[in-house]
Protein backbone atom coordinates (compact mmCIF):
# COMPACT_ATOMS: atom_id res chain seq x y z
CA UNK A 1 0.00 0.00 0.00
CA UNK A 2 0.78 3.69 -0.29
CA UNK A 3 3.72 4.71 2.19
CA UNK A 4 5.53 7.60 3.62
CA UNK A 5 9.22 7.42 4.98
CA UNK A 6 10.09 9.96 7.09
CA UNK A 7 13.98 11.05 8.82
CA UNK A 8 15.03 11.45 11.09
CA UNK A 9 13.16 10.26 13.99
CA UNK A 10 15.13 12.75 16.50
CA UNK A 11 16.82 15.54 15.82
CA UNK A 12 18.75 18.04 18.08
CA UNK A 13 20.28 21.24 17.08
CA UNK A 14 21.80 24.72 18.37
CA UNK A 15 19.81 27.67 18.38
CA UNK A 16 20.17 29.40 15.14
CA UNK A 17 21.08 26.64 13.23
CA UNK A 18 19.43 24.87 10.44
CA UNK A 19 16.83 21.43 10.22
CA UNK A 20 16.11 19.58 7.89
CA UNK A 21 13.21 17.02 7.71
CA UNK A 22 13.54 14.37 4.80
CA UNK A 23 10.00 11.85 3.87
CA UNK A 24 10.11 9.81 0.64
CA UNK A 25 6.36 8.54 -0.70
CA UNK A 26 5.03 5.86 -2.58
CA UNK A 27 2.30 6.57 -4.53
CA UNK A 28 3.35 8.66 -8.04
CA UNK A 29 -0.02 9.53 -7.75
CA UNK A 30 0.58 11.62 -4.71
CA UNK A 31 0.27 15.18 -5.82
CA UNK A 32 -0.38 17.55 -2.41
CA UNK A 33 2.48 17.45 0.34
CA UNK A 34 1.52 18.98 3.86
CA UNK A 35 4.02 19.40 6.70
CA UNK A 36 2.21 19.14 10.43
CA UNK A 37 3.89 20.72 13.74
CA UNK A 38 2.47 19.41 17.02
CA UNK A 39 3.71 20.82 20.14
CA UNK A 40 3.32 18.26 23.19
CA UNK A 41 -0.27 17.38 23.84
CA UNK A 42 -1.61 20.10 21.23
CA UNK A 43 -3.21 19.36 17.89
CA UNK A 44 -1.30 19.14 14.83
CA UNK A 45 -0.98 22.35 12.95
CA UNK A 46 -0.54 22.83 9.17
CA UNK A 47 3.06 24.71 8.59
CA UNK A 48 3.15 24.92 5.06
CA UNK A 49 2.52 22.60 2.04
CA UNK A 50 3.73 22.34 -1.25
CA UNK A 51 1.76 20.93 -4.53
CA UNK A 52 3.45 18.99 -7.11
CA UNK A 53 3.41 21.81 -9.75
CA UNK A 54 6.16 23.70 -7.92
CA UNK A 55 9.71 22.61 -6.44
CA UNK A 56 10.21 25.00 -3.79
CA UNK A 57 7.83 27.03 -1.30
CA UNK A 58 9.13 29.42 1.26
CA UNK A 59 7.46 31.24 4.02
CA UNK A 60 9.80 33.27 6.52
CA UNK A 61 12.33 31.12 7.66
CA UNK A 62 10.48 27.81 6.61
CA UNK A 63 11.19 26.13 3.36
CA UNK A 64 9.78 22.94 1.83
CA UNK A 65 11.33 21.53 -1.22
CA UNK A 66 9.70 18.78 -3.73
CA UNK A 67 11.44 16.20 -6.24
CA UNK A 68 8.72 14.55 -7.44
CA UNK A 69 11.12 12.42 -10.00
CA UNK A 70 12.82 11.22 -6.85
CA UNK A 71 9.21 10.91 -4.88
CA UNK A 72 10.92 12.70 -2.22
CA UNK A 73 10.35 16.27 0.01
CA UNK A 74 11.96 18.26 2.41
CA UNK A 75 11.57 20.97 5.41
CA UNK A 76 13.81 23.42 6.24
CA UNK A 77 14.28 25.57 9.28
CA UNK A 78 16.38 28.16 9.17
CA UNK A 79 18.18 30.18 12.44
CA UNK A 80 15.98 27.76 14.91
CA UNK A 81 14.61 29.35 18.45
CA UNK A 82 13.66 27.12 21.31
CA UNK A 83 9.72 27.44 19.95
CA UNK A 84 10.39 25.37 17.37
CA UNK A 85 10.90 22.68 19.55
CA UNK A 86 8.13 20.31 18.44
CA UNK A 87 6.92 17.04 16.57
CA UNK A 88 7.03 17.51 12.79
CA UNK A 89 5.35 15.26 10.34
CA UNK A 90 4.81 15.31 7.02
CA UNK A 91 2.21 14.21 4.72
CA UNK A 92 1.19 12.93 1.46
CA UNK A 93 -1.96 12.77 -0.65
CA UNK A 94 -2.84 9.36 -2.13
CA UNK A 95 -4.28 9.28 -5.78
CA UNK A 96 -4.53 12.17 -8.20
CA UNK A 97 -7.67 13.12 -7.24
CA UNK A 98 -8.85 15.92 -4.58
CA UNK A 99 -10.01 13.32 -2.51
CA UNK A 100 -8.20 14.89 0.67
CA UNK A 101 -6.70 11.33 2.08
CA UNK A 102 -3.34 11.72 3.50
CA UNK A 103 -0.52 9.24 4.35
CA UNK A 104 1.02 10.66 7.24
CA UNK A 105 5.21 9.92 7.92
CA UNK A 106 6.04 8.96 11.39
CA UNK A 107 7.02 11.93 13.09
CA UNK A 108 10.49 13.54 13.21
CA UNK A 109 10.81 14.95 17.16
CA UNK A 110 13.12 18.37 17.04
CA UNK A 111 14.86 19.99 20.05
CA UNK A 112 16.43 22.90 19.76
CA UNK A 113 18.82 23.52 22.31
CA UNK A 114 19.21 27.68 23.68
CA UNK B 1 -13.84 31.13 12.43
CA UNK B 2 -14.10 28.59 15.87
CA UNK B 3 -12.26 25.85 14.07
CA UNK B 4 -12.94 23.01 14.20
CA UNK B 5 -14.66 22.04 17.80
CA UNK B 6 -14.27 18.12 19.59
CA UNK B 7 -15.93 17.05 22.47
CA UNK B 8 -15.00 15.66 24.76
CA UNK B 9 -11.69 16.52 25.74
CA UNK B 10 -10.75 14.14 27.84
CA UNK B 11 -12.76 10.65 28.27
CA UNK B 12 -11.98 8.11 31.23
CA UNK B 13 -13.92 4.91 30.94
CA UNK B 14 -14.25 0.99 32.01
CA UNK B 15 -13.71 -1.44 29.48
CA UNK B 16 -16.91 -2.84 28.16
CA UNK B 17 -18.58 0.46 27.94
CA UNK B 18 -19.69 2.92 25.09
CA UNK B 19 -17.76 5.39 24.01
CA UNK B 20 -19.02 8.53 21.67
CA UNK B 21 -16.96 11.18 20.18
CA UNK B 22 -18.16 14.28 18.41
CA UNK B 23 -17.21 16.60 16.18
CA UNK B 24 -18.20 20.24 14.28
CA UNK B 25 -16.19 20.84 11.71
CA UNK B 26 -15.92 24.32 10.03
CA UNK B 27 -18.02 25.37 8.35
CA UNK B 28 -18.14 25.39 4.92
CA UNK B 29 -15.49 22.30 4.85
CA UNK B 30 -17.06 19.59 2.67
CA UNK B 31 -14.55 16.73 3.53
CA UNK B 32 -14.18 15.18 7.24
CA UNK B 33 -11.58 12.67 8.76
CA UNK B 34 -11.34 10.67 11.75
CA UNK B 35 -7.39 10.15 13.02
CA UNK B 36 -6.48 8.14 16.17
CA UNK B 37 -2.49 8.76 17.43
CA UNK B 38 -0.33 6.55 19.39
CA UNK B 39 2.89 6.17 20.00
CA UNK B 40 2.91 3.28 19.07
CA UNK B 41 1.06 3.32 15.59
CA UNK B 42 1.62 6.99 15.08
CA UNK B 43 -1.56 8.98 13.35
CA UNK B 44 -3.95 6.96 11.11
CA UNK B 45 -6.55 7.68 9.50
CA UNK B 46 -9.52 5.96 10.56
CA UNK B 47 -12.26 6.92 7.81
CA UNK B 48 -13.18 9.84 6.02
CA UNK B 49 -16.73 11.30 4.67
CA UNK B 50 -17.33 13.53 1.52
CA UNK B 51 -20.51 15.88 1.51
CA UNK B 52 -21.61 13.86 4.87
CA UNK B 53 -21.04 10.20 2.70
CA UNK B 54 -18.60 7.71 4.32
CA UNK B 55 -15.66 7.34 1.42
CA UNK B 56 -13.34 4.93 2.57
CA UNK B 57 -13.29 3.15 6.35
CA UNK B 58 -10.70 0.98 6.05
CA UNK B 59 -8.83 2.80 8.71
CA UNK B 60 -11.59 1.42 10.96
CA UNK B 61 -9.69 -1.28 13.28
CA UNK B 62 -12.84 -3.56 14.12
CA UNK B 63 -16.62 -3.63 13.72
CA UNK B 64 -16.38 -2.08 17.27
CA UNK B 65 -15.68 1.44 15.80
CA UNK B 66 -18.59 2.57 13.61
CA UNK B 67 -19.17 6.36 12.12
CA UNK B 68 -21.42 8.89 11.26
CA UNK B 69 -22.06 12.57 10.03
CA UNK B 70 -25.62 13.17 9.74
CA UNK B 71 -25.27 16.87 8.46
CA UNK B 72 -22.21 18.93 7.13
CA UNK B 73 -22.05 20.47 10.69
CA UNK B 74 -21.65 16.95 12.77
CA UNK B 75 -20.00 13.95 13.29
CA UNK B 76 -19.42 10.90 15.79
CA UNK B 77 -16.98 8.06 16.36
CA UNK B 78 -18.85 5.52 18.68
CA UNK B 79 -16.77 2.77 20.23
CA UNK B 80 -18.90 -0.16 21.74
CA UNK B 81 -17.71 -1.88 23.69
CA UNK B 82 -14.57 -0.33 24.06
CA UNK B 83 -11.13 -2.07 25.37
CA UNK B 84 -8.40 -0.90 26.99
CA UNK B 85 -6.32 -0.88 23.66
CA UNK B 86 -8.19 1.85 22.19
CA UNK B 87 -6.92 3.77 24.67
CA UNK B 88 -5.69 7.23 22.38
CA UNK B 89 -5.98 10.38 21.07
CA UNK B 90 -8.93 11.14 18.34
CA UNK B 91 -8.33 13.92 16.19
CA UNK B 92 -11.27 15.21 13.78
CA UNK B 93 -10.24 17.68 11.33
CA UNK B 94 -12.13 19.26 8.25
CA UNK B 95 -11.04 20.13 4.68
CA UNK B 96 -11.72 22.64 2.44
CA UNK B 97 -9.79 22.86 -0.72
CA UNK B 98 -6.63 21.22 -0.24
CA UNK B 99 -5.89 21.95 3.49
CA UNK B 100 -6.84 19.59 6.32
CA UNK B 101 -7.56 21.39 10.47
CA UNK B 102 -7.56 19.87 12.84
CA UNK B 103 -9.55 19.68 16.48
CA UNK B 104 -8.07 19.86 19.88
CA UNK B 105 -8.43 15.71 20.00
CA UNK B 106 -10.14 13.58 22.52
CA UNK B 107 -7.87 11.75 24.99
CA UNK B 108 -9.37 8.29 25.62
CA UNK B 109 -8.13 6.07 28.46
CA UNK B 110 -9.98 2.52 28.72
CA UNK B 111 -9.43 0.67 32.05
Known amino acids: ?114 | DAGVIQSPRHEVTEMGQEVTLRCKPISGHNSLFWYRQTMMRGLELLIYFNNNVPIDDSGMPEDRFSAKMPNASFSTLKIQPSEPRDSAVYFCASMGLYEQYFGPGTRLTVT
Open chain 1, 1 to 114: GENVEQHPSTLSVQEGDSAVIKCTYSDSASNYFPWYKQELGKRPQLIIDIRSNVGEKKDQRIAVTLNKTAKHFSLHITETQPEDSAVYFCAASTGSSNTGKLIFGQGTTLQVKP
